[in-house]
């Protein structure tokens, strides 16, 4: 049962079509990289899926369960508002940049979201963030505020923020594009860690090393299409599409 599907997503900004009937699947406890040039529609896709952009047409399910049906740019069918919610809230998602509240302190930060949003009693979300806080390697920076961390901290404290709402698949948005290079490893690190827990992500990434060695599937996307979609072994050694094959060449 996949706990993602797409099926012929369509999106446009004016006449440019950036999403151009692309049909995914993420299975659960997956690792999906999605690689591809600049204005491939990877970062699109991500926010399409959890509704930062609307789509245009096609159909969005989580846990096999409708969650958007749109068609010409009307929605056709969505889950019952309580349901919409639910389901939207099961994915977490880090962006490019950290968009930490900087009057917050670290602690803070992890806790905002499962206290205002799901409602949940503060001693046990503290509970939680701390946790979490160790699990990305910064207990001891619960009460420092952002402009006390590195690109990397911060960006870590914002995947802490992000597994706060327990969601069951986690979306990534070239999490380490924004960080110097001496700081991409201590995030990937942490990805590691999770994808090796367990957890179901779908991580759009100019990392290769980190889509090599992580990812079950890696998708290729090429002009608002998936052109290729193989293991990470498979596609990295012998693609068959020459998009993927020119550039894998360009960046490898």
Sequence with gaps: MSLIRMENIHKNFGPLQVLNDVSLTVEPGEVVC???????????????????????????????????????NATVAR????????LLLEMGMVFQSFNLFPHKTVLENVMLAPVKVKKSPKEEVEALARDLLQKVGLSEKADAYPAKLSGGQQQRVAIARALAMEPRIMLFDEPTSALDPELVGEVLGVMQDLAHSGMTMLVVTHEMGFAREAANRVLFMCEGKIAEEAPPDKLFTNPENPRTRQFLNSVL
């Design 34 to 72: 999605v690689i591809g040039p600049s204005g491939a529609g990877k970062s699109t896709l991500l926010r399409a899926l959890n509704q930062l952009e609307p789509i245009a047409s096609g159909k969005i399910f989580i846990e096999e369960q409708l969650f958007l049906h749109r068609e010409k």
């Design 79 to 86: 889950a019952e508002p309580a349901q919409y919610k639910a």
